[in-house]
């Protein structure tokens, strides 16, 4: 059984925050990559005192054998591909345009369900922390990265719990910096880093994210870490 780092997403998020105390901004927003990202950024803006959104992005799956990721896509069309496993595993372009329209049509629906009519924050000239649960290949924070940066952000930061220290490496080219709180050897999957590392809902995401805004309402509360469900 693997060694767990975090017990859930938001204690990852509390162990994030303590290495981000550095970041004093009054305008500095915290973005997570939903779901499951979205727990984690939501104590990262706790502790920073900003304010909690959204950033939509979703991994291409290799058809038949969807936890290989083929690329991502994120918000505004941008489309970041994995030509190594594309090559080694004669994707073609049909392939690629069938998963990415499927996929395009579930980020199109989940913008609807977390912004329920919310109008998209403005990001030029702001500082912005950029927040996953974690990197394997890191197409989908790279596919968030581009996109991020087309709104011309004074400052991009990508926090994220656990990585393999090349995809935290590879990230650092493309942003102001990159915070990785762990980064274990061998790396073998997100999900060993944590106890619980149960699916987050749509219905969570939206609590978390109504919880962000309304410094009043009871914070949301922690789901209780499942001993037997490591290595999601």
């Known amino acids: 059984m693997p060694h767990h780092l975090f017990h859930d997403r938001r204690d990852a998020g509390r162990e994030l925050a303590g290495l981000l105390g550095h970041i004093d901004d009054p305008e500095v927003i915290v973005l997570g990559l939903p779901r499951g990202g979205v727990p984690v950024a939501y104590e ?31 918000g505004g069309g941008v489309t970041v591909r994995n030509d190594h496993v594309i090559r080694s595993l004669h994707i073609t372009d049909e392939a690629l345009r069938s998963v990415a329209e499927r996929e395009g049509r579930e980020l199109l629906r989940r913008e609807e369900a977390y912004r329920e009519g919310r109008p998209w924050p403005e990001l030029t000239g702001r500082p912005v922390v950029l927040v996953d649960d974690g990197l394997a290949t890191g197409a989908s924070m790279k596919a968030a990265v581009r996109a991020l940066l087309d709104q011309v952000p004074s400052r991009v930061v990508v926090a994220i719990p656990t990585a393999p220290a090349s995809a935290c490496r590879e990230l650092r080219a493309l942003v102001d910096e990159v915070v990785c709180a762990t980064t274990p050897s061998p790396f073998s999957a997100v999900g060993n880093s944590y106890a619980d590392f149960g699916q987050t809902t749509d219905g969570e995401v939206r609590e978390l994210l109504r919880a962000a805004r309304d410094p009043g309402r009871a914070r949301p509360a922690r789901r209780i870490p499942r001993r037997d469900s490591g290595g999601g």
Not at 50 to 67: C, I, Q
């Open 44 to 74: 990262v803006a706790l502790s920073l005192g900003a304010p909690l959104d959204v950033f939509l992005v979703r991994k291409l799956g290799v058809p038949g054998h969807e936890e290989v990721a083929m690329g991502a896509i994120a």
